[in-house]
């Protein structure tokens, strides 16, 4: 294979599970989390989550006698320490082995009904009460735009059959961005900054580029050979 060749290859390589760009997506997020936010996404919610969702993973798919999957897991593990929090580590262990466990648990024609993730969230703050909360705001204005952006291009990239879903949210993003009227940023906030806006606006129209280079990719990706 040739170095021209490569980026092609890793594409497709990424290109042939939807849950690729999911893991791409949330792991963004998560960095999002943890670098810009006094009381996000920590690496220890994260090793937690894993923990107990890769545990349950491994019960469930040999109860079913089914082959190990991962990255399922690891997909409800990144979104549980991206969402949930909890006053103590243990908490993200039961969410991921319940969310889970009940993913092979309550299936219909052999589908799981409730996302992992977030059947997990919703039985941990029903027993658990003021203990177990969901963070949605953490990352403030500018950094959630930058990072739904990125996320949104994960999905159109891994799946084109829901382009009308896709380009609403990105028509969305660009009506918040260019013509809502400005909100008014509490001083010395990360809204408040200029870097904000150019950071959320760089990250919308990259999302734009890679969902039509995603679209348009059988047209151009011969030219390269």
């Known amino acids: 294979m040739s170095v021209r060749d490569a980026p092609l290859k890793l594409f497709g390589a990424i290109n042939s599970d939807a849950r690729h760009w999911q893991l791409l997506a949330l792991s963004g997020l998560f960095l999002i989390s943890v670098f810009t936010t006094d009381f996000g996404a920590r690496p220890v919610h994260l090793a937690s989550a894993f923990a107990g969702a890769m545990t349950a993973q491994l019960i469930g798919t040999w109860l079913a006698g089914a082959k190990f999957e991962w990255k399922s897991a690891a997909i409800t593990s990144l979104s549980l320490s991206i969402l949930m929090r909890a006053v103590a580590p243990w908490m993200w262990v039961a969410a991921g082995l319940i969310g889970v466990g009940l993913k092979f648990a309550v299936r219909y024609r052999g589908k799981h009904l409730f996302n992992p993730a977030c059947i997990g969230i919703v039985v941990m703050c029903l027993v658990f009460g003021r203990d177990v909360w969901v963070s949605p705001g953490q990352w403030g204005q500018a950094p959630l735009i930058a990072g739904w952006a990125v996320a949104l291009a994960a999905l159109v990239l891994s799946s084109a059959k829901r382009l009308d879903i896709a380009l609403g949210f990105i028509g969305a993003g ?16 990360y809204c408040a900054r200029p870097a904000s806006a150019w950071i959320t606006k760089t990250a919308l129209w990259a999302s734009l580029i890679l969902v039509v280079a995603a679209l348009t990719i059988d047209w151009w990706a011969p030219l390269l050979y």
């Open 174 to 189: 660009f009506r918040h961005v260019y013509f809502r009227k400005p909100t008014v940023c509490e001083p010395g906030s």
